[in-house]
């Protein structure tokens, strides 16, 4: 499985979200034997102003639709920034095989940086990779606040 072309697929997703003024967040999930991406989202909470409009949970929910079931088995998830405590129970919910990540979240993340989720004992623990494009998946979210803050900051000053 090559991790790198379904992450480049979850930033171009992710840019669909910055687009529509969303935190880039894109997420994509992968039938691990075939390859075939069975589930897609990205963030939506501000536009869809719901609290549960994560990338994750959108690809997720994606999934489990395509695929007729709750369970995700022999699958993998490749989501741009470290899944949150909300994504990373959905994960373990979901039952998904591995767990593909970009940038690290040290304010929210829960599978590395502020917490370790699935080191704890649930009743399932997927696989982890991190930092699978990490630079890129990084600067995504960088240039995306840096150009807020300067929108921020022309309004303030009109």
Same mark, same amino acid.
């Given at each position: 499985m090559d991790a790198e072309v379904y992450m480049r697929r979850a930033m171009e997703?992710?840019?669909?979200?910055?687009?529509?003024?969303?935190?880039?967040?894109?997420?994509?999930i992968v039938?691990?034997?075939?390859?075939?991406?069975?589930?897609?989202? =990205?963030?939506?909470?501000?536009?869809?102003k719901r609290a549960l409009a994560h990338a994750e949970l959108a690809a997720i929910d994606d999934a489990c639709?395509?695929?007729?079931?709750?369970?995700?088995?022999?699958?993998?998830?490749f989501v741009t920034l470290e899944p949150c405590p909300m994504c990373s129970g959905a994960i373990i919910q979901a039952r998904i095989d591995e767990? =593909? !990540?970009?940038? /690290?979240? *040290? %304010?929210?993340?829960?599978?590395?940086?502020?917490?370790?989720?699935?080191?704890? *004992? =649930?009743n399932y623990k997927p696989f982890v990779h991190a930092g699978v494009l990490r630079e890129e998946c /990084?600067? @995504?979210?960088?240039? !995306? !606040?840096?150009?807020?803050?300067? %929108? +921020? %900051? @022309? +309004?303030?000053?009109q």
């Open positions: 997703l992710a840019a669909q979200a910055a687009a529509i003024g969303e935190v880039p967040v894109g997420a994509v039938r691990r034997g075939s390859g075939e991406i069975v589930g897609e989202g =990205y963030n939506r909470r501000e536009i869809d639709r395509r695929l007729g079931g709750w369970r995700l088995p022999d699958c993998a998830i767990v =593909y !990540f970009g940038a /690290s979240d *040290p %304010k929210s993340g829960a599978v590395v940086s502020v917490q370790q989720m699935f080191e704890l *004992p =649930y /990084s600067e @995504q979210l960088s240039a !995306f !606040f840096r150009e807020l803050r300067v %929108k +921020k %900051k @022309q +309004k303030q000053s």
